[in-house]
């Protein structure tokens, strides 16, 4: 009897998997049964496996690999699967279009890595390992946050990007667009925005590369084709683009295309080429929440996603203490001082978003600085987390010293740059649990999920990203879908997975 391969490990691990002996073939003959609907999920198969296999995987009436939507399994959710793989036989099935996307990734990990792989493979049968695979995440938000602000990336790099979210079924990809040190998001009826906004000068006020300042020109900026474009690109994918732009706070390189938006509105300013917390801020007047709401509807239009991000964390105040307007505005507002311009500036903002059928999402600094409307996301202390729970918010963990992909993630003198600051290594994300020890069972149902950050100050070429994202990224995607595993059992599943990480020639951290 002809012995059996080593049995694929799999990363996020699924709810159930049962393997069995034999195998079912891809080759040029297999067809696509397609049930109705699962259209997108047969499209994307062909997609990913064309490059290596050069299968056509035509559709067929009697195809030997089904895919089907059916809504009976309601204990499946938006994004659970079924997968029975059988010598002669193939069929995967969910209730939810986006669970058939999670499915078509877990069968790209089940064959052979070669067949991740970018370039044509002289393999003509591919064999995919008979298995009972039943599967639901635990969390419904997981997401990799990219600081595009600080360094650009091309929107060819964003989609690779992509791709490998897809393949960890990270489900978020929350896109930092503005910021303090460039504008990346082009506004119809505010040109400079990136015109001047998306570019940075030479620093001339302290040395490049001390860690305060870049001392590096720097720009770029995205069309709005390009942005529509990767929505969609996406969304084939199952990933769903949240956009973040930053008020009222991190807005130097707004205020630097317009001055009048600013607390001094005569002061000419450039966009910021240090790093760290401005202290330049909005102005609170009513030219700035209309510019505010235009800019919004301009991001609505571009990006479907339900949750829109406003930043809203590390605001210096001392410009409104110091502003007669601002001064004017508290007092008129009944606020008990301008520092509390920052909660009813978010509030108003907030507002636009809801009127706009969508939710609104901001860093949390404590837990409780957020208006009621806002999901939260909790980075500095884990206790903050369940504090916005117990508030009624949704919270989505991302505790630096847990998700913050910019900290090394080792102590090696040889590692590229990394934020200052503690190392983050891959046992700390892989122990991250979004939800709070001790919270309550309905404390516990408000936390949605969790979160990479991966910040650019000292990160400007994807394979840096990709060096200080991956494997620490499998590791909170496992943690996010699949909630609590062993840590042995993770790191054998994940020895395998880096075969497909190398297949897809990804620049991970050794």
Not at 72 to 78: A, R
Request: proline share 9%.
């Amino acid at each position: 009897m002809p012995t059996q391969p080593p049995a694929p490990t799999l990363v996020p691990r699924p709810t159930e998997a049962t393997l069995r002996p034999g195998h079912f073939t891809l080759d040029a003959d297999t067809a696509l049964r397609i049930g109705e609907g699962a259209e997108p999920a047969a499209e994307l198969l062909r997609t990913l496996l064309a490059p290596a296999t050069g299968l056509p995987l035509r559709p067929s009436t009697k195809g030997q690999f089904t895919l089907a939507l059916d809504p009976g399994p309601g204990e499946l959710g938006e994004e659970g699967y079924q997968l029975t793989v059988d010598p002669h036989t193939v069929l995967l099935r969910a209730a939810h279009p986006t669970g058939l996307l999670r499915g078509i990734q877990t069968v790209r990990q089940l064959l052979p890595p070669a067949a991740l792989s970018a370039d044509p493979q002289r393999v003509t049968r591919w064999p995919l390992p008979c298995a009972d695979i039943t599967d639901v995440p635990r969390h419904p938000w997981r997401g990799a946050m990219l600081d595009v602000a600080r360094h650009f990336q091309p929107v060819s790099y964003l989609r690779r990007y992509v791709d490998l979210l897809a393949l960890h079924k990270i489900s978020v990809f929350h896109l930092h667009l503005t910021d303090d040190q460039g504008w990346r998001m082009p506004v119809a009826a505010h040109p400079k925005l990136t015109e001047i906004g998306g570019h940075r000068a030479e620093s001339q006020q302290g040395p490049a590369g001390s860690g305060t300042y870049d001392g590096i020109p720097h720009g770029g900026a995205y069309t709005r084709g390009e942005l529509t474009g990767l929505v969609r690109y996406a969304a084939a994918r199952g990933v769903t683009v949240v956009p973040e732009i930053e008020m009222p706070g991190h807005v130097r390189a707004a205020l630097a295309a317009y001055p009048s938006l600013g607390n001094l509105p005569e002061r000419t300013l450039d966009v910021w080429t240090r790093w760290g917390v401005c202290d330049t801020v909005l102005g609170v007047h009513d030219e700035v929440l209309d510019f505010c709401r235009t800019v919004l509807d301009e991001v609505m239009d571009v990006f479907p996603s339900p949750y829109i991000h406003l930043g809203g964390e590390e605001c210096p105040t001392g410009e409104w203490t110091h502003s007669a307007a601002a001064r004017e505005r508290a007092s008129a507002q009944g606020l008990s001082s301008p520092e509390a311009l920052h909660g009813w500036f978010l509030k108003r903002i907030g507002e636009h978003v809801v009127r706009n059928g969508r939710r609104p999402v901001g860093w949390a600094e404590t837990g409780t600085e957020l208006p009621a409307a806002f999901t939260v996301m909790t980075w500095r202390d884990p206790a903050h987390t369940l504090t916005a729970a117990r508030r009624g918010h949704s919270v989505i963990n991302a505790h630096h010293r847990a998700t913050y992909l910019d900290h090394a993630q080792c102590d090696d003198p040889k590692e590229p740059p990394a934020q200052p600051g503690a190392v983050v290594d891959l046992r700390a994300v892989h122990a991250h649990d979004p939800v709070p020890a001790n919270a309550d069972a309905e404390a516990a149902g408000r936390v949605i999920g969790t979160q990479a950050q991966l910040w650019t100050e000292f990160v400007t070429t994807p394979a840096h990203i990709e060096h200080l994202t991956y494997p620490r990224l499998c590791a909170l995607a496992d943690r996010g879908w699949s909630g609590a595993t062993d840590w042995s059992d993770f790191r054998s599943r994940l020895d395998g997975h880096m075969a497909r990480l190398d297949a897809l020639d990804v620049h991970h951290h050794p």
